[in-house]
């Protein structure tokens, strides 16, 4: 990947982080906007150290 290629993919993570104007996210949102893996966000969600929402 060239210089230039990479810094077009870290402008879309960065555009992709900053569009997070919701108040409630999805598992793949969290993990993008933490950097967590979705394990560590399951495991965290069971301990009930972040809140969840059921439908």
């Known amino acids: 990947m060239t210089e230039k290629e990479q810094v077009v993919v870290l402008l879309e993570d960065i555009k992709a982080l900053l569009s997070h104007n919701k108040k409630v996210m999805n598992v793949d949102d969290l993990a993008q906007y933490t950097g967590l893996s979705k ?17």
């Open 39 to 55: 394990s560590e966000i399951y495991k965290l969600t069971h301990l009930r150290f972040i809140p969840m929402g059921n439908n």
